[in-house]
C-alpha cells in the first residue's frame, strides 16, 4: 500500500526540536557573512536566502548545536524537518537534510510523506539530491514496500518527485534493482528539462561502477532514446 501522501503535514511536537531550533536559531545567525550570503544566493539561482556560510562551518556549528542531545526517535526528525523547511535560509535545510540522512535508518515507511513535502518544497538540486541518495534511498532499502511509491514518483508530474525516484537507488550498488533503474530510465527520456536528463545520466554512471557491461548493453540498445546528455553523462567513466 502506498504511504505517499499530498497536502500540508502537521507538525508534531518534541522537546528536542525545540531545543535545536533554539539552538540553531542563536548559532547561525550569529556567524553570517552577509557578502558571502549573496554570493550563495546568487549561486543558487536565487532558490532561497542564505546566511553565508561555508559548508565547513556550518558543519562545525551543527556539531555545537547538537552537543550533549540526545538521538532522535521519528517523532523529532519529522518535527525537526518541518520546522527547519519553514524558516527561509536555506543553512537550516542543510542542517535537517544532514540531521535526517545521519538518522534515517530511525524511521518508518510513514516517514516517506515528509520527505516528498521536503523534495516538493523549496526545491533546487542542493537538497533534493542529498535526500534521495540519503533519507530515500535507505528508506526503500529497508521497507521494499515504498518501491510501490517510486514507481509512482517517477511518472510525478513535479520534476524534482521525479528526480528523487531516479537517484534514490545511486548508493545502492550490488543491490541496485538494475530492472527497475533502467525501466525508470526510460520512462522519463523524452523529459525537456536539464535535471532529468542530468539525473538518468548520472544514475546510470553510478550503476556502472557496478556493472558497466549492463549500462553498455542498455544504451547499445535503447541509447536512441535518450538525450545527448543522459547519454554522455553515462558513459562517461566507461566508454562506449
Given at each position: 500500500m502506498s504511504v505517499t501522501g499530498t497536502g500540508p503535514l502537521p507538525v508534531p511536537g518534541s522537546a528536542l526540536a525545540d531545543t535545536l531550533l533554539d539552538r540553531l536559531t542563536d548559532v547561525f545567525p550569529a556567524a553570517a557573512d552577509p557578502v558571502r550570503a549573496a554570493t550563495?544566493?546568487?549561486?543558487?539561482?536565487?532558490?532561497?536566502?542564505?546566511?553565508?556560510?561555508?559548508?565547513?562551518?556550518?558543519?562545525?556549528?551543527?556539531?555545537?548545536?547538537?552537543?550533549?542531545?540526545?538521538?532522535?526517535?521519528?517523532?523529532?526528525?519529522?518535527?525537526?524537518?518541518?520546522?527547519?523547511?519553514?524558516?527561509?535560509?536555506?543553512?537550516?535545510?542543510?542542517?535537517?537534510?544532514?540531521?535526517?540522512?545521519?538518522?534515517?535508518?530511525?524511521?518508518?515507511?510513514?516517514?516517506?510523506?515528509?520527505?516528498?513535502?521536503?523534495?516538493?518544497?523549496?526545491?533546487?538540486?542542493?537538497?533534493?539530491?542529498?535526500?534521495?541518495?540519503?533519507?530515500?534511498?535507505p528508506l526503500v532499502a529497508a521497507?521494499?514496500?515504498?518501491?510501490?511509491?517510486?514507481?509512482?514518483?517517477?511518472?510525478d508530474d513535479d520534476l524534482?518527485?521525479?528526480?528523487?525516484?531516479?537517484?534514490?537507488?545511486?548508493?545502492?550498488?550490488?543491490?541496485?534493482?538494475?530492472?527497475?533503474?533502467?525501466?525508470?530510465?526510460?520512462?522519463r527520456c523524452g523529459h525537456p528539462d536539464f535535471f532529468i536528463r542530468k539525473a538518468i545520466g548520472w544514475a546510470l554512471r553510478e550503476y556502472a561502477k557496478t556493472d558497466p557491461e549492463a549500462v553498455r548493453a542498455f544504451l547499445a540498445r535503447e541509447g536512441g532514446r535518450f538525450a545527448p546528455l543522459s547519454v554522455r553523462e553515462a558513459l562517461k567513466n566507461i566508454g562506449r
Open positions: 550563495m544566493r546568487a549561486y543558487m539561482k536565487d532558490v532561497a536566502p542564505f546566511l553565508g556560510l561555508p559548508a565547513a562551518e556550518r558543519r562545525a556549528l551543527a556539531r555545537t548545536v547538537l552537543r550533549g542531545t540526545p538521538r532522535p526517535n521519528e517523532t523529532d526528525l519529522t518535527a525537526l524537518a518541518l520546522r527547519c523547511w519553514r524558516l527561509p535560509e536555506r543553512e537550516y535545510h542543510y542542517f535537517a537534510v544532514d540531521f535526517l540522512s545521519r538518522h534515517a535508518g530511525r524511521c518508518s515507511p510513514g516517514f516517506l510523506p515528509v520527505v516528498r513535502h521536503l523534495v516538493a518544497t523549496v526545491s533546487w538540486w542542493d537538497t533534493v539530491d542529498a535526500l534521495a541518495a540519503h533519507v530515500v534511498g521497507h521494499p514496500a515504498l518501491t510501490a511509491d517510486m514507481d509512482a514518483w517517477i511518472a524534482w518527485i521525479a528526480r528523487t525516484a531516479l537517484l534514490h537507488q545511486l548508493r545502492y550498488g550490488q543491490r541496485t534493482d538494475a530492472d527497475r533503474l533502467f525501466a525508470y530510465c526510460l520512462l
